[in-house]
């Protein structure tokens, strides 16, 4: 539990995870835990997480796959600062390194240091998703920085990710179903093939919300669409392969399995 009001101290995995977060700004939910289920690293792998936030992607993903090590980038100092708190609270901060640093420019001469381009097996991120003139700018600045799309196009975030995965290394990112067009020509444009798509459902019948999306760098393999996942039932109960990602730690049905 934390005494400090700023903070939460939210359950994720069943309670496997206790994760501290700002009670006010950018809050991490289930958006991380389905992209943490979707990145199919084995034990003895590196992972590479762009905009790691309070943490909860790569401890979700930690959790799931021991012997796994990420090392994830978060511009702002104070997420950081958490996210490495909660790899220490967790028992996981000796296989979950966090670097202060504009993750976007991770594997450049002035990016944040430690970062070598081609040297992660796997990598993955949930970028900003509003374009900057769509919405109306969150009064708390973190949150703003971290849903609102303004210097950081789409393209960025996946030519960042295939910069630092090495040749047939994977990047998987999970985005709102409308922004697929964009970050398919993204893909095709940084050289990435084996695309597959999974889209979530929030409830049968109804169009999906988001879509993860994995590729894998300087292959040409042809793109495959998934079935994808239901989040619902009738009511406001999670399907049976939904509560197994979010309270058990199972993989994304389909998509972590196929490398």
Known sequence: MTNDPALTDDAFLGGRLRILQPAKG???????VLLAAAVP???????????????VAALCLLSRVPGVRVTGAEANPDYAALARRNAERNELAEVFEVITGNALRA??????????????????????????????HSPHADKAR?????????????????RMVRPKGTITLIQPAA????????????????????PV?????????????????????????????????EGHAFTPDAEAILR???????????G
């Open 179 to 198: 922004a697929l067009p964009e970050l398919l020509c993204a893909m095709q444009a940084a050289k990435l093939g084996a695309i597959v798509i999974a």
């Open 146 to 162: 971290a849903h609102v799309l303004m210097e950081a196009p789409l393209p960025e975030w996946v030519r960042t990710l295939a």
């Open 26 to 32: 950018f809050r991490a939910g289930i958006d991380s």
């Open 107 to 136: 594997g450049k001469r002035d990016g944040p240091p430690g970062l070598s381009p081609g040297t992660f097996d796997h990598a993955f991120a949930n970028p900003p998703y509003h374009a900057a003139d769509a919405v109306q």
């Open 201 to 233: 459902w929030p409830r049968a019948g109804r169009p999906a919300s988001r879509v993860l999306v994995r590729a894998v760098r300087g292959v040409k393999t042809p793109a495959r669409l998934l079935p994808g996942l239901t989040l619902h039932e």
């Open 41 to 55: 690293a084995k034990a003895g792998e590196a992972v590479f997480e762009a905009g790691t936030g309070p943490g």
């Open 248 to 258: 058990h730690a199972a993989p994304f049905p389909e998509l972590a399995r196929i």
